[in-house]
């Protein structure tokens, strides 16, 4: 093992990535003034609040993260006079299909080169048998995707993988069917939507693993509260978690009880994890949260704990390799598909860097402790979450990692590397 230096201080975490771009596209949809505050103001989010600007609704910002949005109603948006450029973002890609899927006009969206990597079959062919014309490169696979929308009937789809995105476009496309619209899923995940837009006036009941959402005619303009995001909390619990005698604070974070994985498997793994002041803020639940560092221990990842700690993994990688013992992730198959293939992303980068470990199809395996070896150069692979989990191994071991690509990290924590710098040892 390497020496390790334990660090102190607070981490001030910017607002939750998720609820950020439900917020600026709900309220793009709602009449009237709605105003979000403590919205992540980062690349992915800012391509959602373009994207409803160029459907019609206002967005001004009257600082970083506090914005205004004026929408003109439900179903009063503009076809957009030029393609939409989702860049880095699945979610406003595949949300947005399913905002686009209900609107009586023509709709291009495309991404960058992760982007239009990225499987879109999984919100296109529900869509498509709501009633919308989808066209898509690759067989009706990859962006970009030509949208012809409106006119949507109602439809039962049991969702074959867990993914809030899909939920949340099928729900959103929902408001919009001739009948309701009902949406089984595997395996429950993130319930955003869900809170979001029952408290803008949708009807939606939840039943077991099936969520009904009502047609309806208008959303009600609202003020939003963004908690700060736990998957970018995440670096800084596993960064603490894994160097004894660290102890850091984390205000504010949202515990959305389908998004605490992280918390639990960390704790399981011998940190200290205190929740502070629980509270509800904006219709979720919110901590703040207080890590201890300990010498870690290894733990099992299994299947039904991968959709409430899916953005984590990459994160705990890295508490696992400096854990005594052999941890095992599986059911983890969606990894290969995110902004990365991020089993092997972060297979090969700890190969690299002397961790004893290797790829499942559907996970991977990580023995520690290990020692880091120095002066080894890792590939990002320009995936914002990979690039952060590899700077925070460098702080906790000591060992200075070159990572090529940390622009993506801009993606979704734009003050990660000042708030890293912020901890003192
Ligand atoms: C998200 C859902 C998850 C997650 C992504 C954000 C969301 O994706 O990985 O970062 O905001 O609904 P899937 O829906 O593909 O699981």
């Not at 303009?221 to 619990?237: G, K, N, Q, Y």
């Amino acid at each position: 093992m390497n020496q390790r230096i334990s660090i102190a201080g607070t981490v001030t975490v910017p607002g939750d990535k998720s609820i950020s771009h439900r917020a600026v596209m709900f309220a793009g949809l709602a009449d009237g003034a709605s105003r979000i505050r403590g919205f992540l103001h980062a690349e992915d989010t800012l391509r959602s609040a373009a994207m409803m600007r160029a459907l019609g609704a206002s967005v001004d910002f009257v600082s970083p993260t506090d914005v205004k949005v004026v929408g003109q109603g439900m179903r009063n948006l503009s076809e957009p006079a030029d393609v939409i450029d989702a860049g880095n973002s699945g979610t406003t890609i595949r949300i947005g299909a399913g905002l686009l899927a209900a609107q009586p006009f023509l709709t291009i969206v495309t991404g960058d080169p992760y982007l239009r990597r990225r499987p879109m079959g999984r919100v296109i062919k529900p869509l498509a048998s709501m009633g919308a014309t989808i066209v898509a490169r690759a067989g009706g696979s990859l962006p970009p995707l030509c949208i012809r929308g409106g006119n949507l009937k109602g439809i039962r789809y049991e969702m074959p993988v867990a993914s809030a995105q899909v939920k949340s476009a099928l729900l959103l496309a929902g408001l919009y069917a001739d009948s309701p619209v009902t949406v089984v899923e595997p395996m429950l995940s993130r319930d955003h939507t869900e809170r979001m837009l029952t408290a803008m006036g949708a009807r939606i009941v939840r039943d077991g693993r099936s969520v009904t959402v009502h047609p309806a005619t208008t959303l009600s303009a609202s003020d939003f509260s963004v908690p700060a995001d736990i998957s970018s909390a995440a670096f800084f619990l596993v960064l603490a978690a894994c160097v004894p005698g660290s102890c850091v604070r984390l205000p504010c974070i949202g515990m959305n009880p389908f998004r605490t994985g992280v918390v639990d498997v960390l704790r399981r793994m011998g940190a200290t994890i205190d929740e502070e002041n629980a509270r509800d803020e904006g219709g979720e639940p919110v901590s703040d949260l207080v890590v201890r560092g300990a010498a870690l221990r290894a733990t099992d990842i299994v299947p039904e704990e991968i959709p409430g700690l899916v953005d984590e993994v990459p994160a705990l990688c890295i508490a696992a390799a400096f854990a005594e013992g052999r941890t095992e992730i599986r059911g983890a198959q969606e990894l290969r598909v995110k902004e990365s293939d991020r089993i092997r992303s972060m297979a090969d980068a700890l190969t690299a860097l002397g961790v004893r470990c290797g790829e499942y199809p559907d996970g991977m395996w990580i023995e520690g402790p290990s020692r880091i070896a120095a002066g080894v150069r890792c590939d990002s692979r320009g995936d914002h979450r990979v690039a952060m989990s590899l700077a925070i191994l460098s702080v906790a071991s000591g060992i200075g990692i070159g990572i090529s690509d940390t622009a993506c990290i801009d993606t979704s924590f734009p003050t990660f590397h000042a708030q890293l710098a912020g901890l003192r040892p």
